[in-house]
């Protein structure tokens, strides 16, 4: 019986932190984060590297402004989604429905509970950060697990995601701020008559 309590009680434990994390995300209804992303393919030794701004809000508007390498900005007002290259003068717009995610919508809208959509598997101690590794509920074609740095806080450090063909993406969190108020604007663009646009595969 000791023996058994042995097993379990650290199990216990640990889920203790998934809970206290998605219980905290709970009140989350804005984000901007300022990051740096480094990518690692499988089939090439060094890093792709990116660095920029992500805003959020939890009804599914966001705007990313990657500042390098490229100057690309993604904004989504809560049904189209445009993509715009400034130095390539292109852009792109699509609608959100296909291109709809739970765990992105979990992971950085926090419009979803993650026990809705994660599978608590088991944390690690790296450091002063506790490592949470979960697994999606659903199959997800670009998602096969996700690791979680969070600090004795429970803030979000990193977010490590691993695809199916083991490319690894890590987000990590330069600054973030929680529950602003966004500007009108921030989730709109007005694109240069200039720009060569493509709609849902189409050019014009």
Do not use: C, H
Not at 64 to 86: A, C, F, H, Q
Not at 134 to 144: A, C, F, Q, S, T
């Amino acid at each position: 019986m000791l023996r058994l309590l042995a097993l379990i009680i650290p199990l216990i434990v640990l889920a203790s932190t998934f809970t206290e994390l998605d219980r905290k995300l709970k009140d989350v209804k804005s984000v901007k984060v300022v990051f740096v992303q480094k990518t690692r393919y499988s089939w090439y030794p060094k890093p792709e590297l990116s660095k920029g701004i992500f805003y959020a809000t939890k009804d599914g508007k966001f705007r990313i402004e990657y500042t390098y390498p490229d100057r690309v900005v993604m904004v989504s007002n809560g049904k189209e989604i445009i993509i715009l290259n400034e130095e390539d003068r292109e852009a792109i717009i699509d609608s959100v429905e296909n291109n709809t995610s739970p765990v992105i919508e979990s992971l950085f809208f926090f419009s979803r509970p993650l026990r809705d959509v994660f599978q608590f598997v088991g944390e690690l101690q790296k450091g002063n950060l506790r490592v949470l590794i979960l697994k999606p509920i659903k199959r997800d074609e670009n998602i096969k697990e996700v690791y979680l740095e969070v600090g004795s806080d429970l803030e979000v450090r990193r977010v490590r995601v691993v695809d199916s063909e083991g490319t690894q993406t890590t987000i990590e969190f330069i600054d973030l701020r929680k529950n602003f108020s966004p500007s009108p604007n921030l989730f709109r663009i007005e694109l240069p008559p200039d720009v060569k646009v493509r709609k849902a595969g189409k050019a014009r």
